[in-house]
Antibody
Framework: QLQLQESGPGLVKPSETLSLTCTVSGGSISSSSDYWGWIRQPPGKGLEWIASIYYTGNTYYNPSLKSRFTISVDTSKNQFSLRLRSVTAADTAVYYC????????????WGQGALVTVSS | EIVMTQSPVTLSVSPGERATLSCRASQSVSSNLAWYQQKPGQAPRLLMYGASTRATGIPARFSGSGSGTEFTLTISSLQSEDFAVYYCQQYSDWPRTFGQGTKVEI
């Protein structure tokens, strides 16, 4: 059974850089048919797709979120990561990592989510 | 960007009743649409993809229909565990986009 687990700091100060990692177990991140991605959900609000990556390093980003995000993959560790620079209070959210099955279509496996609060 | 609009925002129903949720895309997404269920404090769960294919383990009381720009998720007889927020998501184009959600409540 595929499992994803987010890790990272729960609290980040404004203007700092947030780093999150998703560890994949029970399957390979180098699967030829899967993309991997990050989605966030501000408290009490809906889901927002941030970025996705293929094991070769091919990436897609949400243009609405500008260019503060960077997604990367480490196949040797079966992990992928998200960096967000210059955080503000508006970045406070639960951050989910997920697998996008079938070359980036539906999100079929999700991590439990990591709450990140931006506050001084 | 393809904008997904769900209606209603909140749907009040009783256990055993039928629930019909709608999702509209700002342009055609063909059948490249998924539905998710999210309960408080939990990650979303994939219910449906390809507009009408149930994901693994999803009960038959959930059904999906539609193509192009208009989609429907139907729960034929609501069980207590079905009260949750439901999201649609298109995967016809990047960026992947979600609807704002429909809350199904008692």
């Amino acid at each position: 059974q595929l499992q994803l687990q987010e890790s990272g700091p729960g609290l980040v100060k404004p203007s700092e850089t947030l780093s999150l990692t998703c560890t994949v177990s029970g399957g390979s991140i180098s699967s030829s048919s899967d993309y991997w991605g990050w989605i966030r959900q501000p408290p009490g609000k809906g889901l927002e797709w941030i970025a996705s990556i293929y094991y070769t390093g091919n990436t897609y980003y949400n243009p609405s979120l500008k260019s503060r995000f960077t997604i990367s993959v480490d196949t040797s560790k079966n992990q992928f990561s998200l960096r967000l620079r210059s955080v503000t209070a508006a970045d406070t959210a639960v951050y989910y990592c997920a697998r996008l099955a079938f070359y980036g279509d539906r999100f079929d496996y999700w991590g439990q989510g990591a709450l990140v609060t931006v506050s001084s | 960007e393809i904008v997904m609009t769900q209606s209603p925002v909140t749907l009040s129903v009783s256990p055993g009743e039928r629930a019909t949720l709608s999702c509209r895309a700002s342009q055609s997404v063909s059948s490249n649409l998924a539905w998710y269920q999210q309960k408080p404090g939990q990650a979303p769960r994939l219910l449906m993809y390809g507009a009408s294919t149930r994901a693994t383990g999803i009960p038959a009381r959930f059904s999906g229909s539609g193509s192009g720009t208009e989609f429907t998720l139907t729960i034929s007889s609501l069980q207590s565990e079905d009260f949750a927020v439901y999201y649609c998501q298109q995967y016809s184009d990047w960026p992947r986009t979600f609807g704002q959600g429909t809350k199904v409540e008692i």
